[in-house]
């Protein structure tokens, strides 16, 4: 390999039309001292934007002139590059794996497996892209900003730019669901899971896989509030299994093969939580998730349930930027809000103050008449929204076709 090496970095030095190759390489792709330390050079005189040729690499590399003198003078052409680099680049992939294999086999007793396995797969992510690239000139993000501005300036008037929420007004203080992390929060029994389950519903209807990851349900509880939802078939029918004919027909009819996915795992913890999400977004393209719920979310590193969530939430954050989509996350709110009978506050967000700080937008559902009632009044809040509007709509939930309407 070590002959490999010298005839890709040979080629580079007199080729100035092969050296965009540089960009593409580091050190470790080289075994030797005297290979590592020449393309270390090259390197430099690359990223500086000055003649990479035979002169400037000796007058910097004088101690392995004789090197560089052999490399250069065995190259009689640069048509076999592309090959050597192959086969420099397969045995760096070898060599990496062969770490991470060592590592995973030295580290299996002694830690937690599930982060054990997000740290493997986040390793072979970076092979599989070894030369990667988040880097963007300033001005062609410009551009970029603009056309999408201008696509959707020119689009139909009231077309939402994000994912739409279903709920005209929501849309338009919104702007729609796009990739960020949004916390939905409200005191337990008042419908946030099936207010998140129409969020995921709507937005499947636009053609727009989507995954619940329903800790607190199991997936025959979602699946039923989702036939009711569609079908328009009660709920307690649903529930009791007491289905008319004229009901079974209506659900029969209903279009109920969306591209809407649920997990149910009760047990699941941060480090399965951020694999799970990674394997369903390259499964499915996932493109909008909801998470119900953020406290249920355990977090086998930490003690306290603040740093707990809020180690969550940051994962969470960093995720809906990786992967480009939108997390929906539900949330507790405290119980100071039933004592003191008031709508809600950031500060109630229960657990930690994190929630509110790493989240791009929250929401609040905040019932305005009893909800023991079949269709109960709720005010949905919208108290942040990072670079955008907040407001309130009010809604009509009706439990027992789990819809909210807008007044």
């Not at 501005?149 to 689009?155: L, V």
């Not at 899971?193 to 329903?214: D, E, N, R």
């Not at 939802?229 to 969306?258: F, G, M, Y």
Request: proline residues 3%.
């Amino acid at each position: 390999m070590i002959e490999i090496e010298q005839a890709v970095i040979g080629a580079l030095i007199i080729s100035p039309n092969e050296q965009h190759y540089i960009d593409k390489l580091n050190i470790d792709y080289f075994t030797t001292e005297s290979n590592k330390s020449i393309f270390r050079e090259i390197k430099k005189l690359r990223e500086s934007n000055l003649p990479i040729d035979l002169i400037t690499i000796y007058s910097v590399c004088k101690t392995f002139g004789k090197d560089i003198m052999a490399m250069t003078s065995k190259i009689s052409s640069v048509a076999n590059l592309d090959y050597h680099l192959a086969l420099l680049t397969q045995a760096k992939l070898k060599t990496d794996l062969s770490k991470l294999i060592n590592t995973a086999a030295m580290s299996i007793d002694y830690t937690d497996t599930f982060a054990l396995r997000e740290k493997m797969i986040l390793e072979l992510e970076k092979m599989i892209n070894i030369a990667p690239s988040k880097s963007l000139k300033i001005i062609d993000a410009v551009t970029k900003t603009m056309h999408e501005i201008s696509e959707h300036q020119n689009s139909p008037k009231g077309e939402t730019i994000g994912i739409s929420t279903g709920l005209s007004t929501l849309n338009e203080i919104t702007g729609g669901w796009k990739p960020s992390l949004v916390v939905l929060a409200a005191r337990p029994g008042i419908g946030k899971s099936s207010l998140a389950l129409q969020f995921g519903k709507t937005a499947a209807m636009q053609g727009k896989p989507t995954m619940i990851i329903s800790i607190e349900m199991t997936q025959n509880e979602v699946a039923g509030r989702y036939i009711s939802s569609i079908s328009q078939v009660p709920l307690s029918a649903i529930t009791k299994a007491s289905l008319s004919e004229r009901q079974w027909t209506e659900i029969h009819s209903a279009k109920l093969d969306l591209p809407l996915f649920v997990d149910d795992d009760e047990n699941i913890n941060l480090s399965t939580l951020k694999v799970k999400l990674r394997e369903y977004k390259r499964l499915y393209n996932i493109e909008l998730f909801i998470i119900d719920y953020l406290q249920l979310v355990e977090n086998l590193n930490k003690f306290s349930t603040n740093d707990s969530i809020s180690e969550v939430t940051v994962a969470l954050k960093k995720l809906s930027k990786e992967l480009s989509v939108p997390i929906i996350a539900l949330s507790q709110l405290s119980r100071d809000l039933e004592k003191e009978k008031r709508e809600p506050r950031l500060s109630d967000l229960r657990g930690s103050g994190s929630i509110e700080q790493d989240a791009n937008m929250v929401i609040f559902l905040y019932p305005q008449t009893d909800v023991q009632e079949p269709v109960v009044q709720c005010d949905i809040i919208v108290a942040k929204n990072r670079g955008g509007k907040i407001g309130s709509i009010r809604t009509e939930f009706f439990k027992n076709t789990q819809q909210f309407r807008e007044i």
